[in-house]
């Protein structure tokens, strides 16, 4: 278990440059499942498995006699040894003890007042200890006892008591997966990027950076879910159904929690519109709906009665192996469109139980989830003061936001061009788009990109901007949609002519946005280029329509008022939506006389190039090139004063 | 390097009757204060600009 021995053999295929790049890896810490990521040679990142072949690595931890369990085997003792397993500990980082509900029941261990720290939550733990001495504290808290411990021959073990901060725990749970990195890489890590939640206060920070502190690996940041979103989704290239300016809705669904973040992506620089936090909803609700179908199938098969969620202290037992097992069910749903099988043995008086379901049944025992998702967002996007419409891209984050169902339910609400990862195909086979490991990948990304700023006292300053609440953060952002506007002969209705949109709302400044296109100029000799630059007013307008009657629907038409169902669809009415464009505001214009044009069929052509230059106090200049033979032509420029 | 977007629109020719209208003189709407992530390669390049007060051209370089 030497972390920092030889690097092993076939270290040449190991994924990092061993010409020097750094030992950085990105770690993604949620309340219920971690995972760890690292830079593969291309410069890309990939989340590894660890030395039990999980690459989601369950935040639990369970002393069994001499034994720690850390990570996914940790979670079966949930079942026999549930006083003295510990879950859902990171939630907990950063809080007093009176500041805990008192009233959750759960299976896990116990959370007590610590016995020395005043309001400080603990757990309390059994666990045996070799006798005669105790273990020092401070060496194997970590793994379980390695071999040569127990290869001294000694006298039996001691039951105890350990008593556990959240914070010491939340030590012993990162330190293992670093060890997994390191283990992975050959080498030690240098430093890590590890995710937050957006929600997590100052204290709950703090005590993550002291915990990781402790785990004796350096935290390069500490990066919040959404940035790691948006370093993953601008490295590589932007799907062709995308702009680099476009509105981003990360639906994060986790185990205990629904996350989401309206992101607004601006050639890379990201920022957060609206976020919003639900722990009433996530894979815990999907367990529940999944394990109560399973249990009534089991009575239906066994004629043995089972009722769970909640269930009666004699069933609870078999609710936790259920539990335990729809985990593979829920992988195997997400993945495959075939059935998925759900096995326990022995589940209740001896009876074993295999079942299955299909998508579509599984779709249908979720959709009051799927419906709550949906509400959420629509919740989400409202208090943005936009609409649906204006979303340009969903990316899904977490594990219970793997199955395709939810994709499909809640894009019936977005215009039809919303790109999806499902849509686009990269969640299968662990793509880009693969939910479960883009937070640990962004944040490798991230730390690739820290570790290669200098140290100097120059980059003192770029250091500090990746702070928490750094000033340079701040930025002013355009509130309307500025563009050039192309005026053209007898055109009806609209702006009037050829409308290109340059700088969107909620751009952050200073920017810059460069365009080149060809401009027609037709037949005749004037060989004129002009453009008016407007800023606009972008909407969505929203027209009711009545679909027609199904004429050979005769049920319809005797129906009688009174029945509700049929009532509501007689006067179901379809929302028909569209983006709007109005002209607002007129800013300038620019002309210029066209140098490079070339006759093509008969009519003058010339390619133009448009660069918006926006100051960081909203002072605009405007420049235009024709683009020749040789190159940019000459600048024509105007500009708006701020 | 400025990131050049190649649109495959193509304006048509401008109307005989027009000519360039004056400046409005009218400035874009007000700003917003927003928080960015610090997060990506493009914020490292925005703290460069804005840290070493450079232009978007002289960042270029
Ligand atoms: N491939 C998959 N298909 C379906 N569900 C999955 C898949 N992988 C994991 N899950 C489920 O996703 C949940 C874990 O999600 P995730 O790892 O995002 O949790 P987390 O961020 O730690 O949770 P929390 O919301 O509690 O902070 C679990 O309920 C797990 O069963
Ligand atoms: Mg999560």
């Not at chain 1, 815990?284 to 043995?304: G, M, N, P, R, Y």
């Not at chain 1, 539990?323 to 009876?351: N, Q």
């Not at chain 1, 003058?604 to 960081?616: A, D, H, S």
């Amino acid at each position: 278990m030497a972390a920092n021995g030889a690097i092993p053999n076939g270290s040449a295929d190991a994924p990092i440059d061993v010409s020097g790049s750094p030992n950085v890896v990105g770690i993604n810490f949620g309340n219920s499942y971690a995972s760890i990521a690292v830079l593969t040679k291309e410069g890309l990142s990939e989340c590894i498995a660890n030395e039990d072949g999980e690459r989601q690595i369950a935040c639990a931890i369970s002393f069994h006699g001499e034994e720690i369990y850390i990570g996914n085997q940790a979670k079966p003792q949930l079942i026999k040894n549930g006083h003295n397993t510990i879950v859902g500990f990171r939630n907990l980082l950063g809080k007093k003890f009176s500041e805990l509900p008192k009233d959750k029941p759960s299976a896990s261990a116990l959370i007590i007042q610590h016995p020395d720290l005043p309001d400080t939550p603990a757990y309390k733990v059994h666990v045996l200890q070799p006798a005669p001495k105790p273990l020092p504290p401070t060496t194997s808290n970590v793994n379980t006892p390695s071999a040569s411990a127990m290869a001294t021959p000694r006298s039996e073990p001691t039951p105890a008591e350990r008593i556990l901060t959240v914070s010491e725990v939340t030590t012993i749970f990162l330190k293992s997966l670093i060890k997994s990195a390191e283990d992975f890489l050959g080498k030690k890590v240098t430093g890590a990027v590890v995710s937050v939640p957006a929600w997590f206060d100052d204290a709950q920070r703090a005590a993550l950076a002291k915990a990781a502190e402790d785990a004796e690996f350096h935290v390069l940041q500490l990066l919040e879910d959404s940035g790691a979103i948006a370093v993953t989704t601008a490295y590589g290239a932007t799907p062709a159904e995308l702009s680099d300016d476009r509105t981003q809705l990360v639906v994060d669904v986790g185990q205990s929690s629904l996350e989401l973040a309206l992101l607004s992506i601006r050639q890379g620089l990201a920022y957060s519109l609206a976020t919003s936090t639900d722990f009433s909803v996530g894979g815990e609700q999907i367990d529940d709906k999944l394990i109560k179908f399973f249990a009534k199938d089991f009575t239906k098969k066994s004629k043995v009665p089972l009722v769970v969620c909640p269930a009666k202290h004699t069933d609870k037992r078999a609710e936790a192996k259920l539990r335990l097992a729809v985990e593979h069910t829920k992988r195997t749903l997400a993945a495959s469109p075939g059935a998925a099988t759900c096995s326990v043995e022995s589940l209740k008086d001896g009876f074993d139980y295999t079942g299955t379901i299909n998508r579509l049944r599984f779709d249908m025992e979720m959709k009051p989830i799927y419906e709550q998702i949906a509400t959420k967002v629509r919740e989400l996007v409202e208090s943005a003061s936009l609409d649906l419409y204006d979303v340009d891209e969903i990316v899904y984050v977490g594990g219970s936001a793997s199955f395709p169902g939810l994709d499909d339910y809640l894009g019936q609400a977005f215009h039809e061009g919303i790109v999806t990862p499902f849509t686009t195909g990269t969640v299968i086979g662990g793509g880009v788009g693969d939910p479960t490991t883009i937070l640990a990948r962004g944040c490798a990304l991230q730390a690739k990109l820290l570790a290669s700023i200098g140290t100097g006292e120059e980059e003192s300053k770029v250091r500090q901007a990746f702070e928490v609440e750094s000033e340079w953060t701040k930025v002013k952002a355009t509130t309307k949609t500025i563009g050039i506007l192309f005026p053209e002969e007898n055109s009806d209705g609209g702006l009037g002519g050829q409308w290109i949109p340059t700088i969107l709302m909620e751009t952050p400044l200073p920017c810059r946005r460069v365009h080149t296109f060809e401009v027609d100029l037709g037949e005749g000799d004037s060989k004129k280029v002009g453009f008016e630059v407007w800023e606009v007013k972008e909407g969505v307008k929203i027209e009711k329509v009545i679909p027609p009657k199904e004429e050979d629907d005769p049920e319809e038409v005797k129906e009688d008022a009174g029945d509700p169902e049929e009532d509501d669809d007689a006067e179901e009415e379809l929302d028909v939506k569209e983006k709007t464009v109005e002209k607002e505001t007129f800013l300038q214009s620019l002309s210029l006389e066209a140098k490079e044009a070339t006759k093509v069929n008969g009519r003058w052509k010339t390619k133009l190039e448009v660069q918006f230059l926006v100051g960081g106090d909203g002072g605009l200049e405007i420049s235009a090139w024709e683009i020749g033979k040789d190159g940019r032509g000459e600048k024509t420029s105007v500009s708006v004063s701020a | 390097m400025a990131h050049v977007v190649e649109l495959s629109v193509v304006p048509p020719p401008l109307p005989s009757s027009w000519s360039p209208p004056k400046p409005s003189g009218k400035s874009i709407s007000p700003l917003v204060s927003r928080r960015l992530l610090p997060a990506g390669p493009a914020f490292l390049a925005h703290v460069r600009r804005v840290v070493h007060d450079l232009s978007f051209e002289e960042h270029d370089k």
